[in-house]
């Protein structure tokens, strides 16, 4: 595996149960990975965990809420117990709502700025100790194309939060760089997933509309976040901290007046 060569690491994913953050803990196992995952959902993280054990890595599953400081830092404790060490850790899990500016409740913005920035903050914060006292470690942080731009249709607390994280990655990128530890960002466009399968199902028109800004020609995959996952916790990347780095198919390169060229369907479904 050579650059990319995981084997005597260890990785904390948040989400793994489904989608991003099940999708990356497997390509870490399979280049050679110990991984904690962390979850809400019980037997989801189970299934991953035994999905990564037939692999041939060892995988500890948690059930933890990190959007509660206590929860992720007894996470932390259980880490320190089970493998003694942290070499790389993924943000992924956490929750936004919609709801226009106008109407939006503050308790509302508040929660998902607990589920999204002061959560993976402390994720981060445990996370980064223990990275900085072994002098390396890698962090990725998910966050949204809305982290850069603006989306509309109601993302308002959801933006304002996914903005924090962006700064907080570059901030956190900045203090620890030069003590071994990379923070880096990913900023996917539109993954399939439960809810969004639900709100394409309420509006079927809504598919289109994001088609429609998305040159690759396809809605992102949560299998599309492998390779990045294994180059940052990789030495592979050992030169890149404090990035943002897009996973849209193309969206941020085509502004509101650009248009598409041809699509091949066979050639986007790659």
Same mark, same amino acid.
């Given at each position: 595996?050579?650059?990319?060569?995981?084997?005597?690491?260890?990785?904390?994913?948040?989400?793994?149960?489904?989608?991003?953050?099940?999708?990356?803990?497997?390509?870490?196992?399979?280049?050679?990975?110990?991984?904690?995952?962390?979850?809400?959902?019980?037997?989801?993280?189970?299934?991953?965990?035994?999905?990564?054990?037939?692999?041939?890595?060892?995988?500890?599953?948690?059930?933890?809420?990190?959007?509660?400081?206590?929860?992720?830092?007894?996470?932390?404790?259980?880490?320190?117990?089970?493998?003694?060490?942290?070499?790389?850790l993924a943000?992924?899990?956490?929750?936004?709502?919609?709801?226009?500016?106008?109407?939006v409740?503050?308790?509302?913005?508040?929660?998902?700025?607990?589920?999204?920035?002061?959560?993976?903050?402390?994720?981060?914060?445990?996370?980064?100790?223990?990275?900085?006292? +072994? *002098? %390396? =470690?890698?962090? #990725? &942080?998910?966050?949204?194309? $809305?982290?850069?731009?603006?989306?509309g249709?109601?993302?308002?607390?959801?933006?304002?939060?996914?903005?924090?994280?962006?700064?907080?990655?570059?901030?956190?990128?900045?203090?620890? +760089? *030069? %003590? =071994?530890?990379? #923070? &880096?960002?990913?900023?996917? $466009?539109?993954?399939?997933?439960?809810?969004?399968?639900?709100?394409?199902?309420?509006?079927?028109?809504?598919?289109d509309?994001?088609?429609?800004?998305?040159?690759r020609?396809?809605m992102?995959?949560?299998?599309?976040?492998?390779?990045?996952?294994?180059l940052?916790?990789?030495?592979?990347?050992?030169?890149?901290?404090?990035t943002?780095?897009?996973?849209?198919?193309?969206?941020?390169?085509?502004?509101?007046?650009?248009?598409?060229?041809?699509?091949?369907?066979?050639?986007?479904?790659?």
């Amino acid at each position: 595996m050579g650059l990319f060569d995981l084997n005597g690491r260890v990785a904390m994913v948040s989400g793994a149960a489904s989608g991003m953050g099940r999708a990356a803990s497997l390509a870490l196992a399979e280049h050679g990975a110990d991984l904690m995952l962390v979850d809400l959902n019980r037997d989801g993280v189970e299934q991953t965990a035994n999905a990564i054990r037939a692999i041939g890595r060892r995988a500890v599953p948690v059930t933890a809420d990190v959007s509660q400081y206590e929860s992720i830092r007894e996470t932390f404790r259980k880490l320190d117990q089970e493998f003694g060490q942290l070499d790389f850790l993924a943000n992924v899990a956490g929750e936004g709502l919609l709801a226009d500016p106008e109407h939006v409740a503050m308790e509302q913005v508040e929660q998902v700025m607990r589920n999204l920035v002061l959560g993976r903050f402390c994720m981060c914060q445990e996370g980064g100790r223990r990275m900085l006292r +072994a *002098g %390396r =470690g890698s962090i #990725v &942080n998910i966050g949204s194309l $809305a982290s850069i731009t603006a989306l509309g249709r109601g993302h308002i607390a959801y933006s304002m939060a996914m903005g924090a994280v962006a700064q907080m990655t570059r901030e956190l990128s900045t203090e620890w +760089a *030069g %003590r =071994g530890v990379r #923070v &880096n960002a990913i900023l996917p $466009a539109q993954v399939v997933n439960p809810s969004l399968e639900k709100r394409i199902a309420e509006n079927p028109a809504m598919r289109d509309k994001w088609l429609s800004g998305i040159p690759r020609g396809r809605m992102g995959r949560p299998t599309d976040i492998q390779g990045l996952a294994v180059l940052l916790a990789s030495d592979a990347s050992s030169w890149i901290t404090g990035t943002l780095i897009p996973m849209d198919g193309g969206n941020l390169a085509v502004n509101s007046g650009g248009t598409l060229g041809p699509v091949d369907a066979a050639a986007a479904e790659l």
